[in-house]
């Protein structure tokens, strides 16, 4: 199935346009009643940094009021701790450090050489582990908070959050909405508790979770930002395969379809995530969600970046009788992950050792060069 053969392309355009255009905002940085965060309202190309405070909303920094022949976004940002001032830097000059100052309104240049990033350091004695390694579960946000901290985890190719007692080491889990992305953390360190979380799914658009910790052993989670509806689309069902390549390892993978679509064998889009620190793309994709939603299927499989567990998983997909091997193509660049690089090696041949070293000599060649489909 194409857009170009369906009878529809008319409503798929639509969908992708909508579904594209939707607004986006970060988690929130808290100082005393100010919360300031980046938004990206439905048409705009890039976001604009945002204050709310007890007396209502107001839009700080406008890249697209910025008077440049060229388009300007914000790269960098920082708030002061007493949230009077604001330090940013733009796309057009990268070393230049802007200061500005909320009261008036004016901007001037920072006094500082450059921007710095908060780092997470250890200090004094007695510095323990609050919260134990996990073999399985790779550590992607961290917050301090009042006595707590929130860790944010990719475990089995979804996200999790939980709070751990700083003082007596209980961990308790933070619910989500269901199986998505976490995308970044904020908090506040004083008294009040509270979490924000960017969370999104494949059919959930980016949102913001606020979460009330005033009672740690039942957190509250509320939504604090959700863009507007997108409207009446079919429901997307979920399905879990497991399967073992010839290697002897279990392999994960997740299948989105419409719920009320063809039973068989449809297109099918596979994609694969591995490796100690890479993660898979479980957020909200417009172009993913367009593709089921036209009746295709997107799969999503964790390999480790043995040829054999691509392989198997692609294997999985047709015995299960949810694909077939002549509509059955891998998607994202081939060299993006430790699994691309071994699919890659799988296609073309070359013993995996060979493959990346010519990766390191960028002389691999271009990934449409490259066949994609599978065949069995």
Request: net charge positive; charged share 20%.
């Amino acid at each position: 199935m194409t857009a170009v053969q369906s009878p529809d392309r008319d409503v798929l355009e639509r969908w992708i346009a909508r579904l594209g255009g939707l607004p986006r905002r970060s988690p929130p940085i808290a100082r005393g009643d100010r919360l300031f965060y980046t938004e990206r309202g439905s048409g705009e190309r890039h976001p604009s940094l945002w204050m709310c405070h007890p007396s209502g909303t107001a839009r700080l920094i406008d890249p697209a009021r910025w008077n440049s022949p060229h388009p300007v976004w914000i790269t960098d940002w920082s708030v002061s701790p007493d949230g009077r001032r604001i330090t940013f830097r733009l796309n057009r000059n990268r070393a230049a450090v802007l200061l500005l100052d909320i009261a008036t309104g004016r901007i001037t240049g920072a006094p500082k050489p450059e921007l710095r990033r908060p780092v997470i350091a250890s200090c004094g004695s007695g510095l323990r582990t609050v919260l134990a390694a996990d073999p399985e579960a790779v550590v992607r946000h961290l917050v301090p908070l009042d006595g707590m901290v929130a860790v944010a985890r990719w475990r089995n190719g979804r996200s999790e959050v939980v709070v751990v007692d700083s003082d007596s080491g209980a961990v308790q889990a933070v619910p989500l909405p269901g199986v998505g992305t976490v995308s970044g953390m904020t908090g506040t360190a004083e008294g009040q508790r509270r979490l924000w979380i960017g969370y999104a799914e494949p059919t959930r658009p980016g949102s913001v979770l606020e979460v009330d910790l005033s009672s740690p052993r039942h957190p509250v989670v509320r939504d604090w930002y959700r863009p507007d509806r997108i409207g009446p689309l079919p429901r997307i069902r979920r399905l879990g395969l497991m399967c073992v390549s010839a290697a002897g390892a279990e392999l994960e993978i997740s299948v989105l379809r419409r719920a009320n679509g063809t039973a068989g064998p449809v297109p099918t889009v596979l994609s694969f995530w591995g490796g100690v620190r890479s993660q898979p793309r479980l957020g909200f994709d417009p172009g993913t969600l367009t593709w089921v939603l036209a009746g295709g299927a997107h799969a999503v499989a964790r390999a480790r970046g043995e040829s054999a567990d691509l392989v198997a998983a692609a294997e999985c997909l047709v015995n299960a009788g949810l694909a077939h091997p002549d509509q059955l193509a891998v998607i994202d660049g081939p060299l993006a992950s430790a699994a691309g690089i071994a699919l890659l090696a799988e296609i073309l041949g070359l013993p995996l050792h060979r493959l990346w070293g010519l990766e390191k000599q960028r002389s691999v060649p271009a990934e449409g060069m490259v066949p994609t489909c599978l065949k069995h």
